[in-house]
């Protein structure tokens, strides 16, 4: 049974700064990576889809890069803003199934 | 305006009653899926369906009843045999196949008291 697993859960850091989010899972035997973001009371915004042929892809101060033999992948913000404060979540689409299995987020606060 | 729509935003109901939950989408998408959300839990999958008149039952469907007569909708019916169905209930879309990314709507909050 795939596992998906984030740490930290909660993470706190001043404005500017550059940071890494983790994602690591269980069975290696994904079709993709999706990384999303959630405000308070809201949907999911998808932020960077990995298709598991890829290492890496990047959107803007977003990069994400995968490592599916060891199971890992990161979120990686360049420069941090009040702005980026939110919940991010990972999931990963299993092979030859038609859900997400997603952790349980980590939630970020970027401090003035 | 394109996107998911989910209505209403917040729902309140009296423990055994049914209540359904609306998704609207005009994405075109063949795929549409339905999650539930818990503090401090991953999100977990009710129903998905990758076509019209067709759906699946996902990891937590107990309790739960969705139909598939439109391409564009996929309401999903909280029954009064769901034990414990006060969450935030997610709807999500995909053009469909392994390879497309899912796209979330707003997310009803459900309150059953």
């Known amino acids: 049974k795939q596992e998906v697993t984030q740490i930290p859960a909660a993470l706190s850091v001043p404005e500017g700064e550059n940071l890494v989010l983790n994602c690591s899972f269980t069975?290696?035997?994904?079709?993709?990576l999706q990384w999303f973001r959630q405000d308070p009371g809201k949907g999911l915004t998808s932020l960077l889809l990995i298709q598991s042929s890829q290492r890496e892809q990047t959107s803007g101060r977003l990069n994400a890069s995968l490592d599916k033999s060891s199971g890992r992948s990161t979120l990686y913000i360049a420069a941090s803003q009040p702005g980026d404060s939110a919940t991010y979540l990972c999931a990963v689409r299993q092979g030859g199934s038609e859900k997400l299995v997603f952790g349980k987020g980590t939630k970020l606060t970027v401090n003035p | 305006d394109g996107g998911i729509t989910q209505s209403p935003k917040y729902l309140f109901r009296k423990e055994g009653q049914n209540v359904t939950l609306s998704c609207e989408q005009n994405l075109n998408h063949d795929a549409m899926y339905w999650y539930r959300q818990d503090p401090g839990q991953g999100l977990r999958l009710i129903y998905y369906s990758q076509i019209v008149n067709d759906f699946q039952k996902g990891d937590i469907a107990e309790g739960y009843s969705v139909s598939r007569e439109k391409k564009e909708s996929f309401p999903l019916t909280v029954t009064s045999a769901q034990k414990n169905p006060t969450a935030f209930y997610l709807c999500?879309?995909?053009?469909?196949?392994?390879?497309?990314?899912?796209?979330f709507g707003p997310g009803t909050r459900l309150t059953v008291t």
């Open positions: 069975d290696s035997a994904i079709y993709n």
């Open positions: 999500a879309t995909s053009r469909g196949g392994a390879t497309y990314e899912q796209y």
